[in-house]
């Protein structure tokens, strides 16, 4: 037995010994610790217990002799010494992911890609988009995030941003696809009901519907009361789709994304040379992503769907040019 653990045990202390042999394993835990900031959904992402994620992060700081993590009613915040051991360990995982794809057939591509979407988009031009996508590469699994606030690219959080967030930081890649118009729009049975109207005085007599102002942390969002101002908001949702599917049965007027409502035979556009807004879409991906042949055809992919969708200008010009997924579907 070596001399290390013969001390440790002599002193009495029952914890397990500490190994000269480095924890490997226990970086993952500290990764997912560090992303997730809860127990809860460090363990579920990791497939294992509460205790088990605990037991490894406990493993680790014996073996660094060093605290990673405070906790509070937030959750699990890194420390100075964590915060240090974060960078280092996101390199040995990028080291590791590029041994593993060294040893797969370099024309195939195969594995997750998680990317990190606004709710509409992802609902209404990503998700079915992406059947095509399927048909192509059966191997490259899909992972739809829809978040209310920012994905953290470099705690990979996501490994590609779709949104009206630009994501800056340092080897954060960032480049703008697409410009979307938002209007004003109502279901008919609505404005039949309390009437059309025809200039912005006329909205005080309306009933509005809105985002949770509290619970959106992204700015990009808050569309409704930098164009129409402070409105009596009688139904709110953190979800578009939600907020849709209220305008829809007349609960009042709601703002969104042409691409959620134009299209909708039961809805029709309000006041659309009075008020209206545009957000513009970026795509944001960690440079040393750009590299992983799944990451850069999806890239690729999210960009041209964009396009599509919205008349991007010259995507030739940002390097992202058609993929065999795009002509099939």
């Known amino acids: 037995m070596p001399q290390r653990q013969q001390d440790h045990r002599a002193a009495g202390d029952q914890s397990e010994p500490v190994s000269d042999i480095f924890p490997w394993d226990s970086l993952q835990f500290f990764l997912e610790l560090a992303r997730k900031r809860t127990l809860a959904r460090a363990a579920r992402r990791l497939g294992v217990s509460h205790t088990t994620v605990l037991r490894q992060i406990a493993k680790l ?3 660094l002799d060093i605290k990673l993590f405070e906790r509070d009613s937030s959750g699990f915040t890194l420390t100075l010494a964590g915060d240090e051991l974060l960078s280092r360990a996101m390199m040995m995982e990028q080291a590791a992911d590029e041994i593993f794809r060294s040893s797969k057939a370099t024309d195939r591509l195969a594995g997750p890609v998680r990317i990190a979407a606004i709710e509409g988009l992802a609902t209404h ?3 079915p988009a992406f059947v095509g996508f399927h048909r192509q590469y059966p191997e490259i699994g899909i992972e739809i995030n829809s ?5 953290n690219i470099n705690l990979r959080e996501a490994d590609i941003s779709v949104g009206p967030a630009k994501l800056t930081g340092p080897r954060i890649t960032t480049r703008h696809l697409a410009a979307c118009p938002i209007h004003l729009f109502a279901a008919r049975s609505y404005l039949e009901r309390v009437g059309t109207p025809s200039t912005l005085e006329d909205l005080d007599a309306h009933h509005f519907v809105d ?3 509290d619970l959106v942390e992204l700015p990009e969002l808050r569309w ?7 409105r009596a908001v009688v139904f709110r949702s953190t979800s578009p ?3 849709l599917e209220a305008v829809r049965h007349g609960m009042g ?3 969104f994304p042409d691409y959620l409502a134009s299209d909708d035979p039961q809805l029709c556009v309000v006041l659309p040379q009075a008020v209206s807004a545009e957000r513009r879409f970026w795509l944001s991906i960690h440079a040393e992503l750009w590299r992983v042949p799944r990451m850069e055809i999806t890239s690729r992919f999210l960009a041209v769907t964009l396009a599509r969708h919205f008349g991007l200008h010259d995507i030739h010009n940002m390097g ?3 993929t065999p997924a795009d002509n099939a579907h």
Do not use: P
Not at 147 to 151: F, G, K, L, P, S
């Open 211 to 213: 985002y949770v102002e």
């Open 320 to 322: 992202l040019q058609k």
């Open 125 to 127: 031009v990503l998700a």
């Open 147 to 151: 978040m209310m606030q920012a994905a």
């Open 241 to 243: 789709m939600v907020q």
């Open 224 to 230: 409704f009361r930098e164009t129409v101002g402070s």
């Open 61 to 63: 700081e014996r073996s």
């Open 253 to 255: 007027i709601g703002m």
